[in-house]
Nanobody, 123 residues
Framework: QVRLRASGGGLVQPGGSLRLACTVS????????MAWFRQAPGQEREFVAS????????HYTDSLKGRFTISRDNAKNTVHLQMNSLKPEDTAVYHC????????????????WGQGTQVTVSS
């Protein structure tokens, strides 16, 4: 069974950066498409970014292009989300997501979900 474990969240000041990581076990990571979603309190879950099995293709929600970057290291079974120029509205729980097919639906997400990691942007 595929298991996803997200880490790297925390408290950061506006304008700062964070790098989230999601480590996958129980499956063949190099065959999985990966994605990040986020959910702020009282709001619906929102698609952030996705990446295909070898990192050659990536997709971002338009509002985050240029600030967020998704990448993967297949040797370490890990996908990263680099978040720069963070804003208070980026505060949310960030969830790691995976599927055997790419692209991952921005509306539904992929089949496998991990627990979230809290990101709080505040001065």
């Amino acid at each position: 069974q595929v298991r996803l474990r997200a880490s790297g969240g925390g408290l950061v000041q506006p304008g700062g950066s964070l790098r989230l990581a999601c480590t996958v076990s129980g499956g063949t990571f190099s065959t999985l498409a990966m994605a990040w979603f986020r959910q702020a309190p009282g709001q619906e879950r929102e698609f952030v970014a996705s990446i295909n099995y070898n990192g050659s293709l990536a997709h971002y929600t338009d509002s985050l292009k240029g600030r967020f970057t998704i990448s993967r290291d297949n040797a370490k079974n890990t996908v990263h989300l680099q978040m720069n120029s963070l804003k208070p509205e980026d505060t949310a729980v960030y969830h790691c997501n995976a599927d055997r097919r790419y692209p991952i639906s921005p509306r539904q997400g992929g089949y496998f979900w991990g627990q979230g990691t809290q990101v709080t942007v505040s001065s």
